[in-house]
C-alpha cells in the first residue's frame, strides 16, 4: 500500500516542500521564499546550495532583482541575467554573482504583494527554464493561497492566546504581568520570524512612583500606578500588548507595527500620560528583522534610560496634580 498524502502542517512547511522540489527539479543553487517590508526583503524560507544565505537574512528590497520584476522591468524568468538592462543595474548583482534569475510574485487576496517565490545561480541556465514558468507561477500562487488563509487566521489564534495569558495578569492593573509579557512576546516573535512582520516595543517607567511611596504612601503610589495602568492601555491599540513588568515599569509590544507607527503610538502615549498628570520616561526602539524583539526590548530600556538622564540633567520637574 503506498504511503498516504498527508496535508501540510502550515504554510512554513509548504513552502520547504516547494523550494526543495524546484531545486531538485530546476536546479539553481538558491531557492528562496521572502517577505518585502518597506526597504527590508526579508528571506523567510531557504534552500541554499553555495550562496550562504540563511533564513532571517535581510537585504535591501530595492536593489533586487525581485524589486524589478514587480515593476515589470524585467522578465519573471532570466535565463541569462546580464541581457537584462533592469538586473545588470541591480546593486545586488555587484555583491553576488547572478548568472540567472527567476521570481514570481506573491499576493494576498487583497491585491497587496507579500514577497516573493525567487531563485538564482551563479551561472546562465539553458533557455528551456523559461518552459517552466507556468509551474512556478502555480506553485506561487498555491502557496500565497495557504499564507493568505494562514494570515487571515492570525487573529484567532492571538486571541486564545491571550485569553490563555489572562491567568498572567498583575492584580493592580490587570494588565498581564511580567509572566504573561513573556509568553505573549514569545509567541509574537514565532510569527514575526515566520511571516516577517514588523513589530515594535515601547518601554515606559514612571518618574515619581518612590517619592510618592516616601512622602505619600504605598497607597498613593497604588493609585499612580493604577492610573498610569489605564491611561496607557487607551492610548494603544486594541492589538497591542500592554504589561506591567515591574513595579514602575510597563511595557508595549506594537502588533505588526511599521516604525513610523510605533513612533506615533510612543508619541500617544506619552501625551496621555502628560494629560492625566503622570509624569514617565520613555523609549521606544523597532524590531529588526535579523535580530527579533528581544533586542528590540534591550534598546527600547535603553533608549528610555537615556530620555530619563536626560531629563535628569536638565532638572525638568516632575508632577502629579491629577492624582493629589
Given at each position: 500500500m503506498p504511503n498516504p498524502i498527508s496535508p501540510f502542517s502550515d504554510f512554513e512547511a509548504a513552502a520547504r516542500e516547494v523550494l526543495s522540489y524546484l531545486h531538485q527539479e530546476l536546479g539553481f543553487k538558491l531557492w528562496m521564499v521572502t517577505r518585502t517590508e518597506g526597504e527590508d526583503w526579508i528571506m523567510l524560507q531557504v534552500e541554499d546550495h553555495g550562496y550562504g544565505v540563511r533564513e532571517g537574512s535581510v537585504f535591501c528590497w530595492s536593489d533586487s532583482f525581485c524589486s524589478r520584476m514587480v515593476q515589470d522591468q524585467g522578465p519573471r524568468v532570466a535565463p541569462q541575467a546580464n541581457s537584462?538592462?533592469?538586473?545588470?543595474?541591480?546593486?545586488?548583482?555587484?555583491?553576488v554573482q547572478i548568472g540567472a534569475y527567476v521570481g514570481i510574485p506573491m499576493v494576498l487576496s487583497d491585491g497587496s504583494l507579500f514577497g516573493t517565490l525567487c531563485a538564482i545561480d551563479p551561472e546562465p541556465q539553458a533557455e528551456t527554464v523559461r518552459h517552466q514558468l507556468p509551474t512556478m507561477e502555480l506553485l506561487a500562487k498555491l502557496l500565497s493561497t495557504i499564507l493568505d488563509k494562514e494570515l487571515k487566521s492570525q487573529a484567532q489564534f492571538r486571541r486564545l492566546e491571550r485569553i490563555e495569558a489572562e491567568a498572567m495578569s498583575d492584580i493592580l492593573t490587570e494588565l498581564y504581568n511580567r509572566r504573561g509579557w513573556e509568553t505573549l512576546l514569545s509567541a509574537e516573535e514565532k510569527r514575526c520570524q515566520r511571516y516577517g512582520h514588523p513589530a515594535g516595543i515601547i518601554y515606559i517607567d514612571l518618574d515619581d512612583l518612590k517619592p510618592i511611596n516616601d512622602t505619600k504612601g504605598h497607597a498613593t503610589g497604588d493609585k499612580l500606578i493604577y492610573h498610569a495602568g489605564r491611561n496607557i492601555r487607551s492610548a494603544v491599540r486594541e492589538q497591542d500588548i500592554v504589561a506591567r513588568i515591574g513595579g514602575d515599569e510597563f511595557a508595549v509590544l506594537g502588533v505588526e507595527c511599521?516604525?513610523?507607527?510605533?513612533?506615533?503610538?510612543a508619541k500617544r502615549i506619552a501625551r496621555t500620560l502628560e494629560e492625566a498628570g503622570i509624569k514617565a520616561s520613555a523609549g521606544y526602539a523597532f524590531r529588526h528583522p535579523s535580530k527579533g524583539l528581544m533586542a528590540a526590548l534591550a534598546e527600547a530600556d535603553r533608549n528610555m534610560y537615556q530620555y530619563k538622564r536626560n531629563k535628569q540633567s536638565q532638572n525638568v520637574s516632575n508632577y502629579l496634580g491629577s492624582l493629589d
Open positions: 537584462v538592462p533592469a538586473y545588470v543595474a541591480a546593486p545586488i548583482g555587484k555583491q511599521h516604525p513610523h507607527q510605533i513612533e506615533d503610538l
